[in-house]
């Protein structure tokens, strides 16, 4: 394959993140114009010539989720259109991730569907992180690279002061990524919650394994979306005697009532990464740390062919 150079296009989902990226790169971000037509059909002219160059997008499908998303796959058909060698979608937060099964009858698997979209419309390769399930790397049929932000969140909690440290997780599906935080913060006791879900929004809270009393708790997960989880299983580790509760995620959704269940839960730190932006008052309240230097890293080896298996911790 002919790669003459390297190029980043930045959507308009997370600027900042993307402005990272490319200063980790020591690159500036290519030029692309986003508007919108008076009808809001999305509009996308690529401002510099990109034939035969590796490209590389940068979107995360956070809220509004259907405006990045289509925003995403106009740009692939337009670089694929501008004759680019190879373009990957660098999506730090994959949206539609939790839609990854039919868990009941004549619903739409909208995880597949989305991976379809994206390979339809000219993707070559994918660069995520935290997919909600690492199955969803198989509804792709093109190479997926799926990177963790476990080892920047645990860099973090690893320079406090936290003995005797728990970690708990909000459903018997995080338990592994739960484990695998226990591990590396030096063999940290664990818990779970054995959640049910009993709406898109409701859960109800039937059992914790483990022990959390007269523990420092980090609750894990892999966003926080309307909030719901983070607060109920900071209410259950404080009802079971927690000695203090903090919380992190990788993806701040924040949606609906959100901020408010997090401010009202009594967590004394919520540690998000910028997959997402925050701005305002979620500012405030959550610490965010950048997975820019990963992401880059990432990039910078799949420019160069190398190796990226390092990166997966
Ligand atoms: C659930 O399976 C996920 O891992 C998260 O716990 C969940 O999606 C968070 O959503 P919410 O903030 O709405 O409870």
């Known amino acids: ?27 500036d971000l290519s030029a692309v114009d986003l508007n ?10 690529i401002q510099v010539d990109v034939r035969g160059s590796d490209v590389f997008i940068v979107q995360s499908t956070c809220p509004p989720v259907n405006e990045n998303l289509m925003e995403l796959l106009i740009m692939i058909d337009a670089l694929r259109r501008a004759s680019a060698e190879r373009i990957t979608a660098v ?15 004549r619903v739409p698997i909208s995880a597949k569907l989305v991976a379809n979209l994206i390979t339809r419309a000219g993707a070559d390769r994918v660069l995520t992180m935290d997919l909600h399930a690492a199955q969803i790397q198989g509804f792709f049929d093109i190479p997926v690279d799926h990177l963790y932000s476990a080892p920047v969140l645990i860099d973090y909690f690893k320079k406090k002061e936290m003995e005797p440290l728990c970690v708990l997780c909000c459903d018997v599906g995080g338990a592994k990524m739960a484990r695998a ?15 049910r879900r009993t709406g898109p ?14 523990m420092n708790v980090i609750i894990v997960d892999d966003m926080i979306s309307t909030g719901t989880s ?42 998000v990464t910028d997959t997402i932006p ?8 959550l610490k965010q740390l950048t ?14 062919s190398e190796s990226v298996s390092s990166l997966f911790m």
């Open 1 to 27: 394959m002919r790669k003459k150079d390297f190029q980043i296009f930045a959507g308009t989902s997370n600027p900042s993140l993307a402005t990272r990226i490319s200063k980790a790169l020591n690159l």
């Open 36 to 45: 919108r037509f008076p009808d809001g059909e999305i509009d996308v002219k």
């Open 91 to 105: 999506i730090p937060y994959f949206g539609y991730a939790r839609q990854d099964r039919k868990a009941e009858g």
């Open 181 to 195: 935080y226990a591990k590396r913060l030096g063999g940290a006791g664990l818990a779970i919650i054995d959640k």
């Open 201 to 214: 929004s409701e859960t109800e809270v039937a059992e914790v394994i483990g022990n959390v009393e007269g």
């Open 230 to 271: 983070i607060a109920e299983a900071a209410r259950v580790a404080a009802d079971r005697g927690a000695r203090s509760v903090r919380m992190t995620a990788t993806h701040a959704v924040l949606c609906g009532k959100a901020m408010e269940k997090i401010e009202k839960s009594g967590v004394q730190e919520v540690v």
């Open 278 to 285: 925050i701005t305002g008052k979620e500012r405030a309240w």
């Open 291 to 304: 997975v820019a230097p990963l992401l880059a890293e990432a990039i910078h080896r799949i420019h160069k």
